[in-house]
């Protein structure tokens, strides 16, 4: 069985809509845990971690006597991307830091038995009630982004492309709706089966 670690900003949680999120959404997971929310970034969470910071627990025995695998997936990058007073609230170099520094610490982290960053949902511009106002390139960004990450994870789960799935997938142009997550859910879940298959 797994204990699940969440780590990221909202997009995992399910906001802006009554959907059940992605992570809940996983077969053979006996926990999920979640740790941020709205103005977490990946970046605030590589320097958690190098604080010593990040509320892991090791892995324990159930009542029958089986290990549980501990499983961390950050999913975060969302707001690192997105715009403040016209620049990216951090810039991509230190984004890409950032992630090359968390992945190589919980590689390395005992608690930690396998873990894989899930990639950034595109932002897009809605014309839509409720919708986040984007500018016309931050899609496009937010690609960028993503695309970053996977250049310096080990293990990166993408579910941005084809970018226009999303509109059907998305409740206002950043959190999924009920399509959203379980597209999500499927990537994660093919992820953890082909590994535990191996």
């Known amino acids: 069985m797994t204990t699940l670690y969440v780590l990221g900003d909202s997009v995992p949680h399910g906001e802006r809509t ?7 959404r996983l077969g053979g997971v006996r926990a999920v845990e979640r740790h941020g ?11 958690r ?11 324990v025995a159930e ?9 961390v997936l950050v999913h975060a990058g969302h707001n690192d991307a997105q715009l403040s007073g016209g620049e990216p609230r951090v810039p991509e170099t230190t984004f890409r830091d950032a992630a090359a520094d968390l ?15 899930v990639g950034l949902v595109p932002l897009l ?13 931050q899609p496009d960004r937010s690609l960028a982004y993503d695309d970053a990450l996977a250049a310096v994870v080990a293990t ?5 492309r084809p970018v226009d799935e999303w509109l ?12 959203g997550h379980a597209f999500i859910a499927e990537r994660v879940e093919a992820w953890l089966t082909g590994e535990r298959a191996e």
Not at 169 to 177: A, I, K, L, S, Y
């Open 49 to 59: 971690a190098t604080a010593g910071d990040l509320a892991l627990h090791e892995s």
């Open 63 to 71: 009542d029958e006597g089986r290990e549980t695998e501990t499983v």
């Open 125 to 137: 511009r809605l014309d839509r009630p409720g919708s986040v106002p984007f500018d016309e390139s």
């Open 168 to 179: 059907g997938r998305t409740e206002d142009g950043v959190h999924p709706n009920d399509a």
């Open 18 to 24: 009554s959907d059940t999120g992605w992570p809940d």
């Open 103 to 117: 992945d190589a610490f919980l590689d390395t982290d005992v608690r930690v038995d396998r873990h894989a960053f």
């Open 156 to 160: 990166h789960l993408p579910v941005a």
């Open 37 to 47: 929310g709205m103005g977490v970034s990946l970046t605030s969470l590589s320097e």
